[in-house]
């Protein structure tokens, strides 16, 4: 899977004229899952500066009662407060995971700037244990300097 080949059609996706942007995400969010075989949970999260909190945005995967999260809670909850990407190659690892579902074995958490502010992250869990790459990083990395520009 070459993450690369799918810049071109991320771009398109979220430049769709006539389009709101909550219907652009959860577009990005169904072609990411279905175009990378190890993406089986793909979401946003949004926070909310006076409250702490961040707020789930489009996403598709299994329904999660996690709709919000604290800041600091979580490896969502930890990247709104350190403003830096979460690997996890092994949930069951973590102290500090709040758990989806029995099948998810892995996570990666980018965080959202829009002028320099953190104002959310895109989510993303996987069935598989450790599939994440460097590679994932930064195409992920250069998804949310795409979705910025919606804001």
């Keep these: ?7 071109p059609q ?14 652009k995400l959860k577009k990005l969010c169904q072609y990411l899952s279905d175009n ?11 926070a909310n500066h006076e409250t702490k909190t961040l707020h789930l945005g489009p996403y598709v ?11 600091g809670k979580g490896i969502c909850g930890q990247v709104a407060e350190s403003n830096a990407n979460f690997v996890v ?7 500090n995971y709040i758990a989806c579902s029995f099948t998810v ?12 502010v953190n104002i959310g992250q895109i989510d993303i869990d996987s069935h598989v244990l450790d599939p994440f790459t460097e590679a994932d990083e930064r195409f992920l990395e250069f998804v949310n300097e ?6």
Excluded: C
Aim: overall charge negative; cysteine-free.
């Design 61 to 71: 995967g299994a329904e999660t009662d996690h709709t919000v999260i604290p800041f």
């Design 89 to 95: 190659p092994d949930v069951a690892a973590q102290d």
């Design 146 to 151: 795409e979705v910025a520009k919606l804001f």
């Design 1 to 7: 899977m070459n993450l690369e080949n799918l810049k």
């Design 36 to 46: 990378v075989s190890y993406y089986n949970w793909v979401g946003f999260y949004f």
């Design 105 to 116: 074995k892995s996570e990666i958490v980018v965080p959202l700037f829009v002028n320099g």
């Design 10 to 23: 991320v771009t398109a996706l979220l430049t769709e004229a006539n389009t709101e942007r909550d219907e």
